[in-house]
């Protein structure tokens, strides 16, 4: 079946612009997480979904990070005001219930100038 | 911080097996082993999991020594295809708080030489 998709794989935007980042989880997968890669480094958590709630944030550096996912199913990561230091991969991993194991999707690289 | 010590780098003659470590010694009764592995560009691939037991699956075989506090990845016949990062990673099997993030450290580089 369909693997976990992101959309755009590749985004440049200029220093202090709004980006939005969607996945699309594995279907009938209720929870969904995002993480960011920078050069070089494993990923990092950002963020946890339990169907349509965020039920663990911790992992979002600061308040431009927004993360959503209205129906429980498609979710997409807001960043407001984008700083260079934002430049990474941004991965997106599904599970069918929280303790299962989680399928990474390809990513989207954001560049920030 | 990751939980788990790896080698940077390893290299694995085509064809041959490799055999990839990982240290967890303060690893809990409550904790996983997980394995993902990283092609360059691509996101992580799981490939493998155990809590205590040995694991075999159509891609590698997982085994953890008896106190837990080591594991080894095994390739049984590497192809220039598995050149990756490998990630070991330990995880709860039960959380309270219901989030399972992976904390991935940085993993080992194996290259695989024709």
């Known amino acids: 079946g369909a693997g976990v998709s992101q959309t755009p794989s590749n985004k440049v935007t200029e220093k202090g612009k709004y980006v939005e980042l969607r996945c699309d989880p594995i279907?009938?997968?209720?929870?969904l997480y995002w993480y960011r890669q920078s050069l070089g480094q494993g990923p990092e958590f950002l963020i946890y979904f339990q169907g349509t709630g965020a039920a663990d944030d911790s992992g979002l550096p600061n308040d431009r990070f927004f993360a959503v996912r209205p129906e429980g199913s498609v979710s997409t990561l807001k960043i407001q005001r984008t700083e260079r230091g934002d430049s990474a991969v941004y991965l997106c991993a599904s599970s069918s219930t929280s303790g299962d194991t989680q399928y990474f999707g390809p990513g989207t690289r954001l560049t920030v100038l | 911080d990751a939980k788990t010590t790896q080698p940077p780098s390893m290299d694995c003659a085509e064809g041959r097996a490799a055999n990839l470590p990982c240290n967890h010694s303060t690893i809990s009764g409550n904790e996983y082993v997980y394995w993902y592995r990283q092609i360059h560009s691509q996101g992580p691939q799981y490939i493998i999991h155990g809590l205590k037991n040995n694991e075999t699956n159509e891609m590698a075989s997982l085994i953890i020594t008896e106190d837990r506090k080591s594991s080894t990845l095994i390739l049984p016949h590497a192809t220039l295809r598995d050149t990756a990062v490998y990630y070991c990673?330990?995880?709860?099997?039960?959380?309270?708080?219901?989030?399972?993030?992976?904390?991935f450290g940085k993993g080992t580089k194996l290259s695989v030489i024709p």
């Open positions: 990673i330990v995880r709860v099997v039960f959380s309270g708080a219901g989030s399972y993030q992976l904390t």
């Open positions: 279907s009938g997968h209720t929870a």
